[in-house]
C-alpha cells in the first residue's frame, strides 16, 4: 500500500477515534476502560478495595440527626468574646442599609465576606486539624468557635459564593496598590467567581487531608514515581484542582529510574519510551486544562465542554494503545494526537498504538486513565480518590459539567436534555450547584467504603451535611450549641437568601393565604419564624450578659444596647416593641450618658415610640431627686411632653416672682440649664439636629423664663457684677433694656385675658396668674429720668391693668394667691422647695401651681419647718425691690391703684416733653 493510502488510512482512523470519543463524553468509568482492568493502589492500595456504590443511594435524614444531637448535649449557653459579638453586629446591621451607587455587590454578600474574613480571625482553624486524615475539622480540644467558624464558612461560601469578592476587596484596601493597578484588580474581583473554585478554595484551606499524601511524595523527588503514594498524589491533585503540583509530579516522575513496580519487575526500553509518550500527551493535556490555560474554574462553562471532549479522544487513544490490539510504533507519534489542539508537543497515541510492539505496563495505564476519567467528573473515580464522604461530595460538585444525571436519564430524555438551549446550571448556577451537591452527599455517603466515613454523631460532620442539603433547621440548632453569634447572624443571611419562608399553615398545599384566613386554619396563636426566634433569644442573652446600665462591652457597646440593635431586625414589629419596652424599664437610669445613649439607640433602631417613653421616665426621675431643671426640661422636650416641660418652667418662675430675683442663682445653674440661658441658639440648634420638635417646644416655652431671669440679671448687675463706677448713661440704658424684657413678659401674662375675657385655649408661655406680681415690678422703672419705658410700653402697662382689672374673680384670686405669697417671702417666709412642689403639683393644671406656692408657703410658716425653703445662700441682694413699703397684707387693688397713679404721671409726662421713642 502506498504512501498516500497509509496517510489516508491514519486520517480516517482518527476521525474514528474522535467518533468515538464523541460517544464516550457521557460515559461512566466502567464504560471508559472496557479494556483496562484497575489494580491502581490508591490512597495506599485503598482503590482496589473500594468496589462500586452499594445499590441506591441512602438518603440521610440530617435535620433529624441534628435535632437529636442538640436534644442530647447538655444545656450550655455559647460564651463567645466581647469583641467577636461587637464586630458581628456592626457587620450585619449593614444588611438594612441602602445599597449605594458604588457598590458593586448586593449588601447580603458585601455582609457575608465580611462575616467570612471576621469568623476566620476568630475561629482560625490549626492547619494539623485542616490537614489531619482521620478526623474532619478541629480537634475536640480546641474552643467551639472554630467548629462554628468551619460550618458556618462553607454555608457563606455556598450561598453566597460573592463573598470573595467582599475578601479580595479587603485585601485591596490593605494593599498598596497604585489607583490603575488598584481599579484593575476590583473590576476582576468583580467578575465573579464559580463556585467549583470556591468549593476548591474552601477545602484548601478548611479541609486537605490529601496534604500528607502530597508532602510524602515530594520528600521522593527527583525520583517521584519510586513513591508507593505516587499516582495517589497526582490524582488528589487533579481533584483539588492543583493542576501545576500534578505537572511537576508527572514531569518528574522519571519512571526510567525506579525500581520498576510493586513486585520488583523492571521496565524494557520500549516501555519505557511509550511510558514517556503517554506522559508527555497527558502533560500536554492538562497545561490545555481551561483552569490553568486561562485561569476559567466554570467548569460547566463552554470552554470545559471542548476541553472534555479532547481528554474523552485522549483516553480512547490511550485505551487502544494500552490495549496493543495495533502495530504502530511509538516514534510514529510525532502528529498531534488532538485536531483541537494547539500545542505541537501533543502526540498521537492512536497511531503509534496500531504499531506498538508491547502494551504500557499496566500500572501505569490504569493510573493514567483514571486521571482522565477524574477529569472527565467522573463521579465513582472522584469518589474513589477521595478519603472521606466530605471530600466525595464536595468533589463531585466542583467536577460537575452542569448536565443532568446521565444514568437517570432515558437515550430520549439525554437527547432531549443535549437539544436544549440553556441548562438550569446556566440558568440559576448557584441553586443547581446546591442540588446537585445534595444529591452529592447521598451518593458519598454510600459509596464503597465512603459510607463508614460519616459519622452520625459527630455535631459537626451533621452541620456540615445540614449545610450541603439546605436543612437551615438542622443547621441553625447545631450552630447554636457553638456559638450564638454566628449561629443568628446565619439565620440572618439565609433570611435575606430566602431560606427560611416558612407557611405558617404548613400542610395546606393549594390554599393560599386568603383562602387560609377565611377558613381560620393556623390561625390559633402567633407564628414567628425561626430567625425572630434566634434573634429573641440572642438579645436575651446579650441583654443579661452583664449589668445592662453601667457595664460596657468592647469599642464602647453595651449589651443592652446591642440586644435593642437586634430587635430592631426582628420581621414581627409588634413583638420587637414589646421586647424593647421590657428591656428598657429594666435598664437603670443614672445619668445623662445612659440616658443618652438610650435615645440615640432608640431614635437609630425606629423605636420612637420607646425613645420619648425613656426620656420621660428619666425626666421625672431627675425633677424627683435632684435640682437639675436645664436636664429635666431637656427630656421633657425629647419625650415630646410639652405640659410637663411647661410645669417645670411655671414652678421656676413663681419662685422667681415670689423671691424678685432669678432662681436659681447664677452659681446654682446646672450646666444645661446654663447653657440654655445663655446661649440658647447654639444649645437648642445642637437639640434640633436630633429632634425638631423637641427644639421648637423648649425655644418657645423657655422664653418666658429667660426673659424675666434677664430682668432680674440686669436689675441686680450692679450688685453680682461689681466693676467700678459706671456712666450715668450706661446704668440709664441697662434699665430700658431690664424695662423691655419686663414689658414682653408682662404682655404674655396677658395674651390670655385680652379684652378682659379669659380665653384658656390661649397657649402662653408665662401664666396670667403672675400678672399682678409682674406688674409690681414696673413700679420702680415708673419713677425717675429719663423714662425706662417707652410710651408704646405705658399703653402696654395700662392695657394689662385694665384687662386684669376687668377679668372673672377667678383669674383675679389665682393672682392675688401669687402676690400674698410674694409680699410674705418679702416679710421672711421663705418660698417653698421647688422640689415639693414638682411632686405636689403632679398631675395638676398649670393653673394651680401659682396658687400651691402660697399655699405651701403658708403651710411652711404655720408648722415652722425646717429644710422646705428654697436654699439661697445668705441674704438676696438686689439692685432694687418693689416690695419695699408694701404691708404683708396688701391686696391686689392697693397694688393696681398705686400704678394706675404711677402710669398717670408717666403720661401726663409724655404729653408735656413729648414722645421719645428709643
Known amino acids: 500500500m502506498g504512501e498516500s493510502d497509509n496517510d489516508g488510512e491514519g486520517e480516517e482512523e482518527q476521525e474514528e477515534d474522535e467518533e468515538d470519543a464523541m460517544g464516550e463524553d457521557d460515559m461512566d468509568h466502567d464504560m471508559l476502560q472496557s479494556s483496562v482492568n484497575f489494580q491502581g493502589s490508591v490512597q495506599g492500595g485503598k482503590r482496589s478495595r473500594l468496589g462500586q456504590s452499594k445499590g441506591a443511594h441512602d438518603t440521610v435524614d440530617v435535620t433529624g440527626l441534628a435535632r437529636g444531637l442538640v436534644a442530647a448535649r447538655a444545656l450550655v449557653t455559647p460564651q463567645d468574646s466581647e469583641e467577636l459579638i461587637v464586630e458581628t453586629e456592626k457587620i450585619v446591621e449593614q444588611l438594612t442599609e441602602s445599597p449605594k451607587p458604588s457598590d458593586h455587590l448586593p449588601p447580603a454578600s458585601r455582609v457575608a465576606g465580611k462575616?467570612?474574613?471576621?469568623?476566620?480571625?476568630?475561629?482560625?482553624?490549626?492547619?494539623?486539624?485542616?490537614?489531619?486524615?482521620?478526623?474532619?475539622?478541629?480537634?475536640?480540644?480546641?474552643?467551639?468557635?472554630?467548629?462554628?467558624?468551619?460550618?458556618?464558612?462553607?454555608?457563606?461560601?455556598?450561598?453566597?459564593?460573592?463573598?470573595?469578592?467582599?475578601?479580595?476587596?479587603?485585601?485591596?484596601?490593605?494593599?498598596?496598590?497604585?489607583?490603575?493597578?488598584?481599579?484593575?484588580?476590583?473590576?476582576?474581583?468583580?467578575?465573579?467567581?464559580?463556585?467549583?473554585?470556591?468549593?476548591?478554595?474552601?477545602?484548601?484551606?478548611?479541609?486537605?487531608?490529601?496534604?500528607?499524601?502530597?508532602?510524602?511524595?515530594?520528600?521522593?523527588?527527583?525520583?517521584?514515581?519510586?513513591?508507593?503514594?505516587?499516582?495517589?498524589?497526582?490524582?488528589?491533585?487533579?481533584?483539588?484542582?492543583?493542576?501545576?503540583?500534578?505537572?511537576?509530579?508527572?514531569?518528574?516522575?522519571?519512571?526510567?529510574?525506579?525500581?520498576?513496580?510493586?513486585?520488583?519487575?523492571?521496565?524494557?526500553?520500549?516501555?519505557?519510551?511509550?511510558?514517556?509518550?503517554?506522559?508527555?500527551?497527558?502533560?500536554?493535556?492538562?497545561?490545555?486544562?481551561?483552569?490553568?490555560?486561562?485561569?476559567?474554574?466554570?467548569?460547566?462553562g463552554e470552554g470545559w465542554k471542548v476541553f472534555r471532549h479532547d481528554v474523552s479522544v485522549a483516553a480512547s487513544r490511550l485505551r487502544k494503545f494500552a490495549d496493543g490490539t495495533n502495530g504502530e510504533d511509538a516514534a510514529d507519534m510525532s502528529k498531534s494526537i488532538f485536531r483541537t489542539s494547539k500545542n505541537p508537543a501533543s502526540l498521537s497515541v492512536s497511531q503509534a498504538s496500531r504499531r506498538a510492539e508491547s502494551n504500557v505496563p499496566f500500572e501505569i495505564s490504569s493510573s493514567l486513565i483514571d486521571l482522565y476519567s477524574l477529569l472527565l467528573g467522573n463521579p465513582s473515580d472522584v469518589l474513589k480518590s477521595s478519603i472521606s464522604w466530605l471530600d466525595g461530595a464536595l468533589s463531585l460538585a466542583v467536577w460537575w459539567s452542569g448536565e443532568e444525571d446521565a444514568a437517570s436519564m432515558s437515550p430520549l430524555g439525554r437527547s432531549l436534555n443535549r437539544s436544549q438551549q440553556s441548562r438550569v446550571s446556566d440558568v440559576t448556577p448557584a441553586l443547581a450547584y446546591r442540588e446537585h451537591l445534595s444529591a452529592a452527599f447521598d451518593h458519598a455517603v454510600s459509596f464503597g467504603e465512603l459510607n463508614g466515613t460519616f459519622d452520625r454523631t459527630d455535631h459537626l460532620q451533621v452541620g456540615i451535611a445540614c449545610v450541603i442539603k439546605d436543612e437551615m433547621d438542622g443547621l441553625l440548632g447545631i450552630l447554636q450549641s457553638w456559638s450564638m453569634t454566628i449561629a443568628t447572624a446565619v439565620a440572618e443571611l439565609a433570611s435575606a437568601a430566602g431560606l427560611l419562608t416558612e407557611s405558617p399553615a404548613h400542610g395546606m398545599g393549594g390554599f393560599d393565604q386568603s383562602d387560609l384566613m377565611v377558613l381560620s386554619f393556623g390561625q390559633d396563636g402567633p407564628k414567628r419564624s425561626i430567625k425572630d426566634e434566634m434573634l429573641l433569644k440572642y438579645a436575651d442573652s446579650l441583654f443579661s450578659k452583664s449589668d445592662p446600665g453601667k457595664d460596657v462591652l468592647h469599642q464602647g457597646f453595651a449589651g443592652w444596647q446591642l440586644a435593642i440593635n437586634i430587635l430592631s431586625r426582628l420581621d414581627d414589629m409588634e413583638t420587637a416593641e414589646a421586647k424593647v419596652s421590657e428591656m428598657l424599664e429594666r435598664i437603670p437610669l443614672d445619668t445623662n450618658d445612659q440616658a443618652d445613649r438610650l435615645l440615640q439607640t432608640c431614635d437609630s433602631m425606629g423605636f420612637t415610640k420607646h425613645a420619648r417613653t425613656i426620656a420621660e421616665r428619666y425626666a421625672d426621675t431627675i425633677t424627683e431627686r435632684t435640682t437639675r431643671y436645664g436636664d429635666a426640661l431637656f427630656y421633657y422636650a425629647r419625650a415630646h411632653k410639652p405640659k410637663k416641660m411647661k410645669h417645670v418652667l411655671d414652678i421656676l418662675t413663681s419662685l422667681c416672682l415670689v423671691q424678685s430675683a432669678a432662681y436659681p442663682p447664677q452659681a446654682e445653674l446646672d450646666p444645661r440649664l446654663k447653657a440654655f440661658i445663655s446661649d440658647p441658639k447654639q444649645t437648642i440648634t445642637q437639640l434640633a439636629t436630633a429632634d425638631m420638635q423637641a427644639a421648637e417646644q423648649i425655644s418657645r416655652y423657655l422664653s418666658g423664663y429667660a426673659t424675666l431671669r434677664r430682668f432680674y440679671d440686669l436689675r441686680d448687675e450692679d450688685i453680682y457684677s461689681p466693676s467700678g463706677p459706671k456712666s450715668v448713661n450706661r446704668v440709664m440704658a441697662r434699665k430700658k433694656t431690664a424695662a423691655a424684657a419686663l414689658i414682653a413678659v408682662i404682655n404674655s401674662a396677658g395674651d390670655s385675658i385680652k379684652g378682659g375675657l379669659y380665653d384658656e385655649t390661649v397657649d402662653v408661655v408665662i401664666e396670667v396668674d403672675c400678672l399682678l406680681v409682674l406688674l409690681g415690678e414696673a413700679l420702680p422703672l415708673l419713677k425717675g429720668k429719663p423714662r425706662a419705658f417707652t410710651p408704646t410700653h405705658i399703653l402696654s402697662l395700662l392695657r394689662a391693668v385694665e384687662d386684669l382689672e376687668t377679668v372673672g374673680p377667678r383669674i383675679t384670686s389665682q393672682c392675688e394667691e401669687v402676690l400674698i405669697s410674694t409680699l410674705a417671702n418679702a416679710h421672711g417666709s421663705s418660698a417653698p422647695s421647688p422640689r415639693s412642689l414638682l411632686k405636689s403639683t403632679s398631675g395638676l393644671t398649670n393653673s394651680t401651681t401659682f396658687s400651691l406656692v402660697g399655699s405651701s408657703m403658708l403651710n411652711s410658716t404655720a408648722e415652722g419647718s425646717e429644710g422646705s425653703g428654697v436654699l439661697v445662700g445668705g441674704e438676696v441682694k438686689r439692685g432694687w425691690d418693689w416690695r419695699k413699703g408694701l404691708k404683708r397684707d396688701a391686696r391686689g387693688e392697693e397694688v393696681l391703684r398705686v400704678l394706675r397713679l404711677a402710669l398717670a404721671e408717666e403720661v401726663a409726662r409724655v404729653w408735656m416733653e413729648g414722645t421719645e421713642e428709643d
Open 115 to 300: 462575616l467570612e474574613h471576621l469568623w476566620a480571625r476568630h475561629g482560625r482553624l490549626e492547619r494539623d486539624d485542616a490537614e489531619s486524615n482521620t478526623n474532619i475539622g478541629p480537634s475536640p480540644e480546641q474552643p467551639d468557635i472554630q467548629r462554628a467558624n468551619f460550618v458556618a464558612s462553607l454555608f457563606l461560601n455556598l450561598h453566597y459564593p460573592s463573598s470573595h469578592q467582599a475578601r479580595q476587596e479587603q485585601s485591596f484596601n490593605g494593599s498598596l496598590m497604585d489607583g490603575q493597578s488598584m481599579a484593575l484588580s476590583l473590576a476582576s474581583a468583580y467578575s465573579g467567581v464559580p463556585i467549583p473554585r470556591v468549593l476548591l478554595d474552601w477545602l484548601d484551606t478548611y479541609y486537605d487531608p490529601s496534604a500528607g499524601i502530597i508532602d510524602e511524595t515530594e520528600d521522593f523527588a527527583p525520583y517521584y514515581s519510586r513513591c508507593p503514594l505516587f499516582w495517589d498524589a497526582v490524582h488528589m491533585c487533579i481533584t483539588r484542582g492543583r493542576f501545576e503540583q500534578a505537572l511537576k509530579f508527572l514531569r518528574g516522575a522519571n519512571f526510567g529510574d525506579s525500581d520498576g513496580d510493586d513486585e520488583g519487575i523492571e521496565y524494557t526500553d520500549r516501555q519505557l519510551q511509550n511510558i514517556d509518550t503517554v506522559i508527555n500527551e497527558v502533560v500536554a493535556l492538562i497545561e490545555e486544562c481551561p483552569a490553568l490555560a486561562v485561569d476559567d474554574w466554570d467548569v460547566k
